[in-house]
């Protein structure tokens, strides 16, 4: 600590701050234009000088002015308001006077410190500056007239967000906002726009939407990624007019940013319908809920509880999805329910959970308490309460920030978790930081990797094995830092492992493979992000495997940031899991046998015979098998363009006796099934959500959900009608009954992340052998990578007008070097064809794919990506020109 | 007694030949001075444009609140303009805050006072009854 004085008053500042910040700390105010809490200070706007002593003899900057002991520190001197004035003056001499139609206006630095300093007019005269305004790119305008040229665009883009899409152009007094692009190509998830200090960035959608001080602002999660960042909706007249992260972060990507119009899409689905004579009619909430009880009742009447099988939704609350599960356990009596998660993230948990164990926390008080906050866990822990299991070798999207090496492995970081890619730019501030990047396609985090490693799509685990062999080769004295089990005999397989098979196997050259496993193997704090790449292969349950046995050998979890993260697709594709969405675990990962602890609170005791998997059930329907569920409850989603092989999903549902689809829009699914319930979503209702990294986030009802519903009344209204009637006040009434049975989520609450920091944790793991055989993928001249893209959530963000913009179609990605081959440029339209069937896609040319691989988004109705695939997201495919 | 009578009549007769001092409303109106503030008015530019640019600010410093909704809309050029306006005259309180904060002069308190209505309706008035007449 260091002391020193600020206008007289003696203060105490942390060392190594500066004097805006050690001022700002104790509520003082010094105005400032061109620094920003997000990003790096410069010092060229000047407004927040101060004088210092003992110091130079002329005032300072405050923003990148240390703190030293003793300093005595003036900031509102009559001296410093007139450099004030007079530099503001200078910066309005060009300003318009566009204010009153200016969305800024309100919130505007320039028109704060126009007030503050008393300038009433300004007397000096210069040449106007060239009129270069951008009202042609997507999404966001550009008024060089407008810009006062502090810098935070550039800096913000360059540093935090990492696409340096925007620079200066010309120089001293002619300097401009530009990009050398009009119209703009870049990410266009709007962080510019945000920290921009005047109105020289404008959001297209917000435009002349309302002025700053008539919205009223609510706390609300995104929807659009496992991130869940924490924003405000911004609402005028029941609408939502925009999105706003907090001052000291304002960073949202596109969907983020842009996609809040999923909320008022006219696609919304705004009241009940069910199937009339082949067409679905409007009807009321009444009669929808009682033919959708009756249809339940008819099939379970055929073919028992077990007949019913329930998809809960990564996107609706926990509580909905906790009432979901209760609704099947106690008044169906069925274990017969499952996530969409099952094809990605629940592969990501099963596999680290093989490694590493199911999460158990034992030793916590016994008492439940009895009054909490909202959204407080209601459970304490004691002094010898200890954790076990996976979730404590997960990393922390806070931390990974201070991870000194990054192994970034099957995920195309930008699109599908934009939060991670934030905390990679941060580290990357670092020296000696170390990013590691292994895809089959060039993604954007390349330009900034230190090694690349480009294997051939389906050899992750032969990549894995490769760099673990490495390690050994290059220390045979190397043990794992964690308590491991089968070490010994792990090691002895490495040490039989031949690089040049791997090299061979993988695509990756030798040299590339120990560069790398080198770096890990010296990092203090190495941590592995893993995604959709991975995942959602068929066999990415071995793939997490072998990426938990990596990190079993390297990992060092006691050393922050240091950590396994794998991408969750959804806000709470993590939650759906833990709230026990599956079929064979409890709420909190318990297992059946502990029913009875759930009895006392649920009054029945829920069946210890587990359920089908998702998988299991849909492949028991479509062969017809003697037990196959005959009716669905769906909770929201498109299961249709999500899924591998669309056909076979859609015939499969077709067989469906009744389908309940309870969802906000009329996905394909949706078109398919007897009863569409109406719900809300993020900002129409009150709930919590769990991120990728197990924070807990509260989203609150902002807008009025218009006649439609949230999810948890529907269920309960549902139970109702089926007699055994589940009966809750509120969503914090359910959350308090939910973490009273979860263990996992003591000392939880909003903004907290489980497990509980508190809790010792004895982390031990097992060492599991993997196969290295290659994905089977079928035959073709291509490989086809089905993944995400930036600017889509699912296929949520579909509805929205924003994310529409940026990126409305579906193309086939594919080298310009095929592309030639195959006699076509860029808009000419392909046929893609696989064992399972083909679609006609325009092509767009993208050098980021290697030869003879071709990219597809699963986001699109209209062609389906995922009709080619057959049971992972990677398949061969050939391709035709026409 | 007949004095005070005639005293009276005295009055009246002098009355008669003198000037009125009142005027025969409705058929008859007074004029108002320059600086009367009648109902708040939207003005137009010389080619029938509001001069309005929905900044609000008139909205915003409303003290009684009568000034209800102003739509903004996007034109071709990219300006700022008001598709409706609407100002409840049941709650105006004739200040003339509108007028001063306008940034534009486009909005201003004309002379106009025969507001009364028998419904109250008709007193709420769109961005058409706010443009000037002719």
Redesign the interface.
């Known amino acids: 600590m260091v002391n020193l004085t600020i206008d007289g008053k003696a203060i105490q500042a942390e060392e190594g701050s500066t004097i805006l910040q050690a001022a700002q700390a104790h509520g003082m105010r010094i105005p400032f234009l061109c620094y920003h809490p997000a990003i790096k200070a410069i010092g060229s706007c000047r407004i927040c000088v101060v004088e210092v002593k003992p110091g130079p003899p002329r005032p300072q900057p405050a923003c990148t002015t240390k703190v030293a002991e003793g300093m005595e520190v003036v900031t509102n001197s009559e001296k410093l308001q007139d450099i004030r004035r007079e530099l503001v003056k200078f910066m309005l001499i060009n300003h318009p006077l566009d ?3 200016c969305d800024k ?1 309100g919130e505007c630095e320039l028109q704060n410190l126009t007030h503050e300093l008393g300038i009433a007019e300004v007397d000096y005269e210069a040449v106007r500056k060239p009129i270069n305004n951008d ?1 042609d790119s997507k999404l966001i305008e550009r008024y060089n007239t407008r810009c006062v040229t502090c810098g935070r665009c550039v800096r913000v883009c360059k540093e935090r967000v990492g696409a340096s899409a925007i620079n200066f152009e010309n120089r001293a007094y002619f300097t401009d906002l530009g990009s050398g692009q009009v119209p703009l190509n870049c990410e266009f998830c709007g962080t510019c726009i945000e920290v921009c200090p005047v109105g020289a960035l404008i959001n297209k959608l917000f ?3 309302a ?1 700053a ?2 919205m009223t602002a609510t706390p609300a999660i995104c929807q659009f990624c496992g991130g869940g960042c924490d924003y405000e909706v911004h609402v005028k007249d029941g609408q939502v007019k925009r999105v706003r992260r907090d001052e000291g972060n304002p960073l949202l990507c596109v969907r983020g940013r842009f996609g809040f119009g999923v909320i008022s899409s006219d696609q919304r689905l705004k009241a009940p319908l069910i199937k009339k004579g082949g067409q679905l009619v409007e009807v009321s909430w009444d009669e929808a809920l009682d033919f959708a009880a009756q249809g339940l009742m008819q099939v379970m009447a055929k073919g028992g509880p077990s007949a019913i099988y329930g998809i809960g939704s990564p996107r609706a609350t926990n509580e909905s999805n906790y009432v979901f599960q209760k609704f099947f356990r106690v008044v169906l009596g069925t274990n017969q329910i499952d996530n969409p998660g099952r094809y990605n993230y629940w592969r990501a948990v099963e596999g680290m959970a093989q490694v590493f164990g199911w999460p158990e926390i034992d030793g916590l008080n016994p008492e439940v308490l009895k009054y909490a906050k909202p959204f407080h866990s209601t459970l304490t822990l004691s002094e010898e309460a200890k954790g076990k299991g996976f979730p404590f070798v997960m990393g922390q999207t806070a931390k990974l920030k201070e991870a000194d090496a990054v192994l970034v492995i099957g995920a195309d970081v930008t699109p599908e978790m934009p939060p991670y890619g934030w905390a990679l730019m941060e580290a990357l501030q670092k020296e000696d930081f170390r990013l590691i990047v292994a895809n089959p396609r060039k993604t954007k985090y390349d330009r900034y990797a230190h090694k690349k490693l480009r294997y051939r799509p389906g050899t992750e685990r032969a990549l894995v094995l490769g760099l673990m062999a490495a390690m050994v080769a290059a220390n045979p004295d190397l043990a794992p830092q964690l308590p491991a089990e089968g070490w010994a005999a792990c090691k002895e397989i490495l040490q039989g492992v031949s690089l040049d098979d791997i090299a061979k196997q993988t695509g990756v050259a030798v040299a590339d493979l120990q560069a790398a496993a080198a770096t890990l193997l010296q990092a203090q704090a190495p941590a592995i992000i893993f995604g959709n790449d991975l995942l959602a292969q068929a066999n990415g349950k071995e793939n997490v495997v072998a990426v938990a046995n990596l990190f079993l050998l390297i990992g060092q979890p006691a050393n922050a940031g240091s950590g396994l993260y794998p991408i969750a697709e959804k806000n709470n594709t993590h939650g759906v899991c833990d709230v026990g969405v599956v079929p064979n675990l409890l709420p909190g990962y318990q297992p059946l046998a502990a029913g009875e602890k759930f009895g006392k609170i649920w009054n029945k005791v829920p069946s210890t015979i587990p359920g089908l998997t998702l998988d299991e059930a849909l492949t028991r329907l479509e062969n017809n098998a003697v037990n196959a569920p005959q009716a669905f409850y769906i909770l929201g989603g498109d299961m249709i363009r999500q899924l591998p092989n669309s056909q076979r999903i859609r015939s499969i549902l077709q067989k469906a006796r009744f389908i309940v689809y309870q969802g906000a829009f009329m996905t394909e699914v949706a078109k398919l099934a007897d009863v569409i319930l109406p719900v809300g979503v993020h900002a129409e209702v009150n709930g919590t959500y769990t991120n990728t990294d197990g924070r807990l986030g509260q989203t609150r009802a902002a807008v009025s959900a218009n006649g439609v519903r949230p999810g948890w009344q529907i269920i309960t209204a549902l139970s109702q009608k089926l007699d055994q009637p589940l009966e809750y006040a509120s969503a914090e009434d359910i959350f308090k009954e939910m973490v009273s049975l979860m263990p996992i989520y003591v000392g939880l609450q909003p903004g907290y992340r489980w497990p509980c920091p508190d809790l010792k944790a004895d982390i031990k793991g097992t060492f599991v052998p993997f196969s290295v055989e290659p994905e089977a993928l079928g035959e073709g001249d291509f490989t086809l990578i089905v993944g995400k893209t930036m600017g889509h959530s699912g296929s949520f963000t579909t509805f929205a007008a924003g994310p529409m913009i940026v990126n409305g179609t579906q193309t086939l990605q594919i080298n310009a070097e095929d592309a030639g081959k195959l006699g076509v440029a860029a808009g000419d339209t392909v046929t893609v064809s696989s064992a399972q069937g083909r679609i006609a896609v325009p092509v767009a040319v993208n050098d980021d794919l290697p030869a003879g691989v071709v990219f597809l988004a699963d986001h699109f109705a209209e062609p389906l990506a995922n009709s080619l695939t057959s049971n992972s997201n990677l398949c061969r495919v050939n391709i035709q020109k026409g | 007694m007949i004095l005070p009578l005639l005293k009276g009549l005295g009055t009246t007769f002098k009355a008669i030949f003198s000037k009125p001092v009142t005027i025969l409303y409705p058929e008859q109106k007074r004029p108002v001075y320059d600086r009367f503030r009648g109902r708040p008015e939207l003005q137009l530019y010389d080619n029938g444009k509001v001069k309005c640019v929905a900044c609000t600010l008139c909205k915003t410093v409303c003290p009684s609140q009568a000034i209800r909704v102003i739509e903004p809309a996007e034109g071709s050029y990219g300006e700022k303009y008001p598709v409706e306006f609407i100002i409840d005259l049941t709650r105006c309180i004739f200040c003339g805050f509108c007028q001063e904060a306008c940034p534009k002069a486009a909005i201003s308190l004309n002379k106009e006072y025969e507001l009364a209505q028998y419904d109250k309706k008709l007193l709420i008035y769109n961005i058409d009854m706010l443009k000037p007449k002719g």
């Open positions: 204010c009153p139609w206006g009202f435009k002349y939407g002025r001080w008539e």
